[in-house]
T-cell receptor, first 113, second 114 residues
Framework: DQQVKQNSPSLSVQEGRISILNCDYT??????FLWYKKYPAEGPTFLIS?????DKNEDGRFTVFLNKSAKHLSLHIVPSQPGDSAVYFC????????????FGKGTRLSVIA | NAGVTQTPKFRVLKTGQSMTLLCAQD?????MYWYRQDPGMGLRLIHY???????AKGEVPDGYNVSRLKKQNFLLGLESAAPSQTSVYFC?????????????FGPGTRLTVT
């Protein structure tokens, strides 16, 4: 049973427009959420995170929104650039003890120039 | 500062052969992890370690063994490779100081078992 779900395998967006990547989770014990970005033939790299005590975290063009009641988070990229084309993974953890990250299956974003 | 490195980058094995994947990190991180990535499956945790000399099972541990004899190294072993173990393997590490959650990944090892 998937605890972290990214229901859109792929997304295409025009350069300069907003990209919105979505993630849902089922485990109510999760209290820390992260987004990772992965280019082909490279390892994932950390992008942005959010704690459950917040509902928004912003870092430059990247903003993550958390809706705890809906168990839903989203990553907004504004404006989207061709270099943002990559696979984005959502991850979650209980945030305490030795609970490892649980990853979603990823969404492939293509930003079209 | 090389971060997280993995050896080898590519490997082809025949069914039944054994091999060891080596992960090394130079960031003095306490935690280390092994994942596998398969098409449409995301990243699945195989084993992890919260410190030198300790290991724990992840989501998909069967067919793999690990060892963490030194803080900077985490080895993943396949004793008898099977075609189902064809995958891309990623090692990661994180620090208890900056947050166990922000993991740093290596470049991956692409393994094919024929």
């Amino acid at each position: 049973d998937q605890q972290v779900k990214q229901n859109s395998p792929s997304l295409s967006v025009q350069e300069g427009r907003i990209s919105i990547l979505n993630c849902d989770y089922t485990n109510s014990m999760f209290d820390y959420f992260l987004w990772y970005k992965k280019y082909p033939a490279e390892g994932p790299t950390f992008l942005i995170s959010i704690s459950s005590i917040k509902d928004k975290n912003e870092d430059g063009r990247f903003t993550v929104f958390l809706n705890k009641s809906a168990k839903h988070l989203s990553l907004h990229i504004v404006p989207s650039q061709p270099g943002d084309s990559a696979v984005y993974f959502c991850a979650a953890t209980g945030g305490s003890g030795n609970t490892p990250l649980v990853f979603g299956k990823g969404t492939r974003l293509s930003v079209i120039a | 500062n090389a971060g997280v490195t993995q050896t080898p980058k590519f490997r082809v094995l025949k069914t039944g052969q054994s091999m060891t994947l080596l992960c090394a990190q130079d960031m003095n991180h306490e935690y280390m992890y092994w994942y596998r990535q398969d098409p449409g499956m995301g990243l699945r945790l195989i084993h992890y370690s919260v410190g030198e000399g300790t290991t724990a099972k992840g989501e998909v541990p069967d067919g793999y063994n690990v060892s963490r004899l030194k803080k900077q190294n985490f080895l993943l072993g396949l004793e008898s490779a099977a075609p189902s173990q064809t995958s891309v393997y990623f090692c990661a590490s994180s620090s208890v100081r900056t947050g166990r959650d922000e993991q740093y990944f290596g470049p991956g090892t692409r393994l094919t078992v024929t």
